[in-house]
């Protein structure tokens, strides 16, 4: 079946880094789309980044891009989450999820059929 676990999280100063992981198995990994999401309290989950099954197509939602860089290796299962110039409004539970294969814009929840557990950043001000 399916698994998808993401480790990395923790807590860490403003203007800090922390690099998440997610590995993932039960399925050919090289071809679907993974992406990255985040839910603070309160809030609805959002989107931060998506990464297509070969690396070559990314998409970064507007308040991390230029922060954040998502990356994937193929070999190892495996995508990253590498996090800089962190801020306390990044505080949330991340979750990496699989790319179903439906059509339709990569940065919706409902796009996605695998979901992570979870791992917690917390961002100290």
């Known amino acids: 079946q399916v698994q998808l676990v993401e480790s990395g999280g923790g807590l860490v100063q403003a203007g800090g880094s922390l690099r998440l992981a997610c590995v993932a198995s039960?399925?050919?990994?090289?071809?679907?789309?993974m992406g990255w999401f985040r839910q603070a309290p309160g809030k609805e989950r959002e989107f931060v980044a998506y990464?297509?099954?070969?690396?070559?197509?990314?998409d970064y939602s507007n308040s991390v891009k230029c922060r954040f860089t998502i990356s994937r290796d193929n070999e190892k299962n495996t995508i990253y989450l590498q996090m800089n110039s962190l801020k306390p409004e990044d505080t949330a539970v991340y979750y990496c999820?699989?790319?179903?294969?439906?059509?339709?814009?990569?940065?919706?929840?409902?796009?996605?059929?695998?979901w992570g557990q979870g791992t917690q950043v917390t961002v100290s001000s």
């Open positions: 999820a699989k790319r179903a294969a439906v059509a339709g814009s990569w940065s919706a929840p409902t796009k996605y059929d695998y």
């Open positions: 039960g399925y050919t990994f090289s071809s679907y789309g």
């Open positions: 990464i297509s099954g070969t690396g070559r197509s990314i």
